[in-house]
């Protein structure tokens, strides 16, 4: 067995190949198309990792938010457009997201005002961006609970294929 690392500041691949309790020969042998040195490249940040990598070391490492992170942080149309998810267990992701549902609910009449007649006036824009926040806050609780059934797909809790079933 390889030897145990005392880095201080891992980066979450290093931390999600530690934490599937393997070693970087190891992860490269289930990898299979990727070396323990390129491992070690990507966890000592001396290179940056492809996404066909992050696809491949979500899915043996167990860690969807693998996918997540790299779209948010290291590619250049994610830094832009795609936020980072928070992993969050199941009561907290409801919750938030009923309360995102009850506010927007209140808002949804002024959402029709400002937008029926496709131009957004001067007093429109205050109401129309705290709205268009709601929305995005809205967005990214239903990211949060897509990524909580991945990490429990991932984990054996949920049967995939009996999930895909039922949403056909």
């Known amino acids: 067995m390889g030897k145990r690392s005392t880095k ?5 691949y290093q931390l999600s190949r530690e934490e599937a309790e393997l070693t970087r020969e190891k992860a490269a042998e289930a990898l299979k198309f990727i070396s323990a040195d390129r491992i070690e490249k990507i966890e000592s940040e001396k290179s940056a990792p492809h996404p066909e990598e992050i696809l491949a070391m979500a899915e ?24 980072e998810i928070e992993v969050k267990e199941l009561a907290q992701i409801t919750l938030e997201m ?8 209140k808002e949804k009449n002024r959402l029709i005002e400002i937008t029926s007649d496709g131009v957004l006036s001067e007093d429109e824009y205050e109401d129309f961006a705290m709205i268009q926040e709601k929305l995005e806050k809205i967005s990214i609780t239903a990211d949060a609970l897509q990524l909580w059934v991945q990490n429990k ?8 294929e009996k999930l895909e079933k039922y949403r056909k």
């Open 98 to 105: 009923l309360a995102s549902l009850n506010s927007i609910e």
């Open 8 to 12: 201080e500041n891992k980066n979450i």
């Open 153 to 160: 797909i991932a984990s054996g809790n949920i049967d995939r």
């Open 60 to 83: 043996v490492y167990k860690k969807p938010i693998l996918c997540n992170h790299y779209c948010s942080n290291g590619c250049p149309i994610g830094k832009e457009y795609v936020p």
